[in-house]
């Protein structure tokens, strides 16, 4: 595995976050778009129950160069 390429996911149980840290380009978008989920010096660094769906999906929208996207929990 290629430390430099890492796919990781976090959950909030109705959205998923998924972070590509290979496409990253650390425009910091996220991190001042959603400063209670996006937290570069912790780990892990991404927390999705600290804000809205609604907001998340929001802020990934706002990703530059692609390395977050989502998807939407199954609710069954």
């Given amino acids: ?3 430099n ?3 990781k ?3 909030n149980g109705e959205v998923t976050i998924v972070w ?6 650390h ?4 991190v001042k778009n959603n ?5 570069p010096k ?3 660094w991404i ?13 990934i929208h706002k990703c530059p160069s692609g390395a977050l996207s989502f998807y939407m929990n199954d609710k069954s």
Avoid: W
């Avoid at 425009?27 to 996220?30: G, L, M, R, V, Y």
């Avoid at 400063?35 to 937290?39: E, L």
């Avoid at 927390?47 to 802020?59: A, D, G, H, V």
């Fill in 27 to 30: 425009s910091a978008n996220c």
């Fill in 47 to 59: 927390i999705p129950e600290r804000s809205t769906t609604e907001k998340i999906i929001s802020t």
């Fill in 9 to 11: 996911e976090y959950s």
């Fill in 20 to 25: 590509q840290s290979g496409k990253c380009i």
């Fill in 42 to 44: 912790e780990k892990p």
């Fill in 5 to 7: 390429d890492l796919t």
């Fill in 1 to 3: 595995m290629n430390p």
């Fill in 35 to 39: 400063p209670d989920v996006f937290h």
